[in-house]
């Protein structure tokens, strides 16, 4: 009798948990909702979309900081706030419904906003509007406020050799990807983290550059992703034709690059050289 008592509140404890487990497993299938405040930016932040790992088209984007995550600026697309309409230039306080899905779609973030009502909206003065203006020379460029700003320098001291194969390496000798591969002038952000700009807006990021080239009077525009610029962007194909035919060993040619935000101001300058290997 004993031994079918144990038996049984073996069982009853079997049933329990696994009734338990159940149940857990039915709480990680379910969606999680909650209402929090939103913060939402006056200035338009700069993203890229999931697709576009070489970040070649920036796309303009609302920066918004939860109330959860305090002090962390997050991107998210104009229509990500399902029932808000961002207006440039406006501060928002929001009051929105966020769900964190239990099972997102494939390659799409794990979380959707509602809005549930605009507590604050306020109109800020002086927000950067984008620039659509001819840039013919580098006296046309025009720069962000508070800039220049030496905010970033190019990856072990910008020298590079080229040999006649179009091979390219740093001065120190380490490869770097081949030319037409995805070689890459790498961006290192040396503001001190205590700079208000350290983590500042689009105004403040490397979105593009203009080619100052020692070969030709034409500048152009060319896209960055804030951390690197395709070499075969700022050098065209005629340009490092010169630089494989032309050049003789150990001569050497000086680029400059006018960093650029989303609005096409200037942040700063940099540069970098060229020698024939």
């Known amino acids: 009798m004993k031994t079918m008592k144990n038996w049984r ?5 079997l049933a329990a948990f696994s009734l338990a487990s159940c ?10 909702t909650d209402e929090m405040n939103m913060s939402v930016s006056a200035e338009p932040g700069v993203m890229y979309d999931l697709f576009d790992s070489m970040g070649e088209h920036p ?5 918004v900081m939860t109330e959860d995550e305090p002090g962390r ?18 501060e928002y306080e929001l009051r929105v419904k966020r769900t964190i899905l239990a099972n997102p779609p494939q390659d799409a973030s794990n979380r959707t906003y509602e809005l549930v009502r605009i507590l604050a909206d ?11 203006k001819e840039v013919k020379t580098e006296a046309d460029i025009e720069y962000e406020q508070q800039c220049p700003v030496e905010k970033y320098a190019i990856a072990k001291g910008g020298e590079y050799l080229v040999d006649a194969d179009g091979k390219v390496t740093y ?3 380490t490869l770097t990807p081949e030319f037409d591969k995805h070689a890459q002038i790498y961006l290192e952000n040396i503001l001190d983290k205590s700079h208000p700009l350290w983590q500042a807006g689009a105004r403040y990021q ?22 690197a610029i395709l070499f075969k962007n700022i050098l065209t194909e005629s340009e490092m034709a010169h630089v494989q035919q032309s050049m003789k060993q150990g001569e050497t040619l000086h680029y400059g690059l006018v960093l650029c935000n989303v609005y096409k101001r200037g942040i700063q300058k940099v540069e970098f050289t060229i020698k024939k290997k």
């Open 73 to 90: 600026w997050q991107n998210l697309y104009f229509s990500d706030v399902k029932g808000f309409t961002y207006e440039r230039g406006h």
């Open 9 to 13: 509140l073996a069982f009853m404890m």
């Open 122 to 132: 306020k109109k800020v003065e002086n927000v950067a509007e984008p620039v659509e």
């Open 23 to 32: 149940s857990s497993d039915d709480d990680n299938d379910k969606d999680i």
């Open 171 to 173: 001065a120190d000798g």
């Open 206 to 227: 490397a979105t593009y550059a203009y080619v100052l080239s020692p070969l030709t009077d034409e500048i152009r525009l060319v896209p960055s992703n804030r951390s």
């Open 59 to 63: 796309i303009e984007c609302m920066r």
